[in-house]
């Protein structure tokens, strides 16, 4: 109920659409520390056979929905396998840059979780740990209250190798340290690689050819390197 009446201070349109979906979403994140949002934690704010509930549902089950649009929630995905039931609020969303001169209401709800999350960051006893991919996005009020700011490179070239040899194991020396070498990966990257081999061997058995298989799975795992250009006019 703090966070609500806090909410209430700032000049966010309650008569929006969105608004008391937004609401819940923040109080579960804030007050419960929620990072697995399902459907039935929503529905209970509408009223039964609600044609808006019905509405938002679908949008929050096929990914259109605008709190995904504004990148506001995402998925959860925590065993590598995207669920479609389950939600969390993206850390971008909450440490990312403030909108300067919002008019959208949502731009508003950001701008008002942002500085209700700042308040409370304050007030913190205990140890908050933050990750992003997207530092320079984040908002400077936010990065201050950050004490210690650790940047991870991506691997080398050797630290790649181990990193085959310890998502496929069958990896010999010289085949982990050729592929580490000719694909610039990063650590998720080669999971995601691993898991495409793993699939393939419970499938189909494993190939006779592992290294054949596993540069056919790199070559798809970019987007860029997997799409023929194709050319426009004459």
Known sequence: ???????????????????PLFVLFCTLFVVNGDDDIRYHDLEFIYKEDDAEWRCAKRGLSQGDHLFFVEKFIEYTNDDGFVDRESFKITADAIIGKRQVGAERAVEKMENSI???ILQEIEQLDGIL??????AENMD???ERR????IQFEKPDLNCRTQIWQAMIPPLNDADASYLAGKYDFSGGEIENIARHFTI???????????VK??????????????????????
Not at 146 to 149: E, I, S, V
């Open 1 to 19: 109920m703090a966070f609500v009446k806090a909410m209430a201070s700032y000049d966010v349109d309650a008569d929006d659409m969105y608004f």
């Open 114 to 116: 942002q500085n209700i």
């Open 129 to 134: 740990i933050a990750t992003t991919n997207l």
């Open 140 to 142: 400077k009020a936010f």
């Open 146 to 149: 950050f004490l210690y700011k």
């Open 200 to 210: 393939q061997s419970i499938l189909h058995g494993q190939p006779e050819n592992m």
């Open 213 to 234: 298989f596993l540069v056919e799975f790199c070559e798809n795992e970019r987007l860029e390197g997997s799409r023929t250009k194709r050319k426009i006019g004459f």
